[in-house]
């Protein structure tokens, strides 16, 4: 790192093609400010981590409303701030619209269209320091 402190972008995005239906695009941006240091440190990169309840091929009731809990974890070892915030966003078009969704204490709440479908999910936090993740997941779950 400079000797300078300053602020940077992290980017990384996985995709898979067919005959995979499902997570078929993450994409996740970390924003943090850091420093060079004399020794090696850990940078305070958060991940979350969305647990909906679904069966056993990934999908949830169309037409029903249900809670997403969220798992922010960050990284170990480093000097991340404490306490996050968290938003959660949803698409059923593929990421075309989005809609923000209700979060109480890491849990989200969303209404499935009546139609069959996917749900992608937009997940943000922020720490106490300004640090930032924003995740994507194009057609996290199907919705039947």
């Not at 990421?95 to 269209?113: D, E, F, K, Q, Y």
């Amino acid at each position: 790192m400079p000797a300078d402190k300053a602020a940077y972008r992290l980017e990384a995005t996985v995709t898979r093609g067919a005959p995979d239906t499902l997570s078929t695009s993450v994409s996740v941006a970390w924003t943090f400010t850091s420093a060079h240091t004399s020794t090696p440190e850990r940078l305070p990169l958060t991940t979350a981590r969305p647990t909906p309840a679904l069966d056993g091929t990934n999908t949830a009731r169309a037409g029903r409303t249900m809670t997403i809990p969220v798992r922010l974890d960050q990284q170990a070892g480093s000097a991340a701030a404490p306490g996050c915030t968290l938003g959660v966003a949803a698409s059923f078009d593929d990421g075309r619209t989005w809609t923000a969704l209700p979060v109480s204490h890491g849990v989200a709440r969303i209404t499935h269209p009546r139609r069959p479908g996917f749900v992608s999910l937009r997940l943000t936090a922020t720490d106490t320091a300004g640090n930032t993740v924003t995740e994507t997941i194009q057609r996290a779950y199907r919705i039947a």
